[in-house]
């Protein structure tokens, strides 16, 4: 009885600061110094590949782009280009667990930046100007844990938000920066202020 009593206790102690934590706002909640330079926001463009259409992606990301592209008092806008026509943001589909970057995550982001030598890109750091983003949805590992449509949306508008130099936000705050396998369909208030005062 004792035991159960310190463990009642504990457990109660740990539920007030989660339930009530608190997320990072404005600066605390994007990478210092990363991103592409604030401007290219109001027009970014981005590619789809055939897999993102042919896998039914399409939906998660025209509702991820939507999101963003509709927060009020920011200046954020899209445009599709083909892919390989110089587009900013490419989005693509690791199908079999296979790419470099992607390998066991749901999701990923990484960044690129010109390598000025021999004009290519190579990979940036999150903390510096970046010049192109690759986006990779993790087709395979979304299948391994049954994602549902929301988990789906959720991993596509968060690497999108990584894409706007989102950072991580803590477990348990409401917010699609959370890690892991997480149901929220729609950018939350805060993530939604947060672009609001960076954007
Ligand atoms: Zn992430």
Redesign the pocket.
């Given at each position: 009885m004792t035991s159960l009593v310190a463990f009642l206790f504990v457990a109660s102690v740990f539920s007030i600061p989660v339930s009530g934590f608190q997320g990072k706002t404005n600066a605390d909640a994007f990478w210092p110094g990363g991103g592409f330079l604030n401007n290219k926001y109001s027009k970014l463009t981005y590619s789809t590949s055939n897999a993102v259409d042919r896998l039914g992606y399409s939906r998660y990301v025209d509702d991820a782009i939507n999101e963003f592209d509709s927060i009020s008092d920011a200046n954020i806008g899209f445009r599709k280009l083909s892919s390989g026509d110089g587009e900013m943001l490419s989005i693509v589909i690791d199908e079999k667990n296979s790419s470099e970057y992607a390998r066991d995550a749901f999701?990923?982001?990484i960044p690129f930046k010109i390598d000025p030598k021999t004009t290519s890109y190579e990979r940036a750091s999150n903390y510096e100007t970046w010049a192109y983003a690759k986006i990779w949805l993790n087709d395979y590992m979304m299948k391994q844990h049954k994602f549902t449509s929301d988990e789906r949306n959720k991993t596509t508008i968060?690497?999108i938000g990584?894409a706007f130099a989102m950072e991580?936000q803590y477990d348990g705050v409401k917010s699609v920066?959370v890690?892991g396998q997480i149901s929220y369909p729609d950018l939350q208030q805060l993530d939604i202020s947060n672009l609001q005062w960076k954007y």
């Open positions: 999701g990923i982001m968060h690497e990584h991580h920066m890690s």
